[in-house]
């Protein structure tokens, strides 16, 4: 945290063991999308709806972008965050096709 602020690096589709599901892209979203909340809970924040900004990373996103903007929608169906998709050709990990980099704010009570 730097100050009310929360900027996460990529969190990717590794299961809650640090694996990753070899090809498995919907698994892989979902595993990314639960390791951006468990962060920001662990940083106090309530999650999901206190990102303000999303960059994915993805190295098939004429395949992956739907479910991707679905899984968005179900974590917090009334709020959109400022949102980058990039296509990219690989991520450092082979079998890894989704990154997630967020920046949330923690909101004043």
Do not use: C
Not at 41 to 59: C, F, H, I, K, N
Not at 60 to 82: A, C, M, Q, W
């Amino acid at each position: 945290m730097i100050g009310n602020v929360a900027k996460l690096s990529g969190q990717g589709g590794w299961d809650p063991e640090g694996d990753v599901e070899s090809y498995d892209w919907k698994q892989q979203i979902d595993h990314a999308f639960d390791n951006v909340d468990r962060v920001l809970q662990a940083a106090r924040l309530r999650g999901w709806e206190d990102v303000y900004l999303l960059r994915s990373y993805q190295t098939d996103i004429g395949n992956h972008f739907e479910y991707l903007v679905e899984t968005l929608k179900k974590r917090v169906p009334s709020h959109r965050p400022l949102w980058t998709a990039l296509g990219i050709s690989k991520l450092a990990e082979p079998a890894m096709t989704v990154k997630l980099e967020v920046e949330a704010i923690k909101q004043d009570k």
